[in-house]
T-cell receptor
Framework: GAGVSQSPSNKVTEKGKDVELRCDPI?????LYWYRQRLGQGLEFLIY????????KSGLPSDRFSAERTGESVSTLTIQRTQQEDSAVYLC??????????????FGPGTRLTVL | AQKITQTQPGMFVQEKEAVTLDCTYD???????LFWYKQPSSGEMIFLIY??????QNATEGRYSLNFQKARKSANLVISASQLGDSAMYFC?????????????FGKGTLLTVNP
């Protein structure tokens, strides 16, 4: 089957605009994660979904960031009133479940966001 | 305090030689997992190898092996017989106990360059 897909691959926006990033996880994967990677840095955890449980939003940097997921399917990450500091690659990952000690996270290709 | 420390911003190795990429971690949880990912210039995150905290033997996957020293909290990646295609960023990551929602905490990465 297909891997994790993300769209758009690139997004250039003006400061103050809202953006929406999409992630399609691997079919059957109940766990979904969003990460942010700033230029030259490692990945920072943003938010986690597991099935129909309440998401873990502990990594979201501000209330301008929000994310939704319907069941075990597509997720959207929304950034409102974008700032230049939001420029980064946003990576989505999915895994079979979060309940096992080892579950590899499969990453999508990312969305490169540039805020002018 | 940093949970994952990669002290080598950049490493160089000659083709066909072995190279060790360092990773130390910090956790008080007895149950955790350690991962290494490769990120080529194209940006995708490629899973390489996993070591569980209770695993008795060091993990190996083809040319990749993990030198796991639990008492020293280190999980170094060893790449044998380096190839030009190994040139990439390498990230060490940790996944802690179930209460952490299984997110991965990443180090800042090491840029490996393989010279012909």
């Amino acid at each position: 089957g297909a891997g994790v897909s993300q769209s758009p691959s690139n997004k250039v926006t003006e400061k103050g605009k809202d953006v929406e990033l999409r992630c399609d996880p691997i079919s059957g994967h109940t766990a979904l994660y969003w990460y942010r990677q700033r230029l030259g840095q490692g990945l920072e955890f943003l938010i986690y979904f597991q099935g129909n449980s309440a998401p873990d939003k502990s990594g979201l940097p501000s209330d301008r960031f929000s994310a939704e997921r319907t069941g075990e399917s597509v997720s959207t990450l929304t950034i409102q009133r974008t700032q230049q500091e939001d420029s980064a690659v946003y990576l989505c990952a999915s895994s079979l479940s979060a309940g096992a000690s080892y579950n590899e996270q499969f990453f999508g290709p990312g969305t490169r966001l540039t805020v002018l | 305090a940093q949970k994952i420390t990669q002290t080598q911003p950049g490493m160089f190795v000659q083709e066909k030689e072995a190279v060790t990429l360092d990773c130390t971690y910090d956790t008080s949880d007895p149950s955790y997992g350690l991962f290494w990912y490769k990120q080529p210039s194209s940006g995708e995150m490629i899973f390489l190898i996993y070591q569980g905290s209770y695993d008795q033997q060091n993990a190996t996957e083809g040319r990749y092996s993990l030198n796991f020293q639990k008492a020293r909290k280190s999980a170094n990646l060893v790449i044998s017989a380096s190839q030009l295609g190994d040139s990439a960023m390498y990230f060490c990551a940790m996944r802690e106990a179930p209460g952490s929602n299984y997110k991965l905490t990443f180090g800042k990465g090491t840029l490996l360059t393989v010279n012909p």
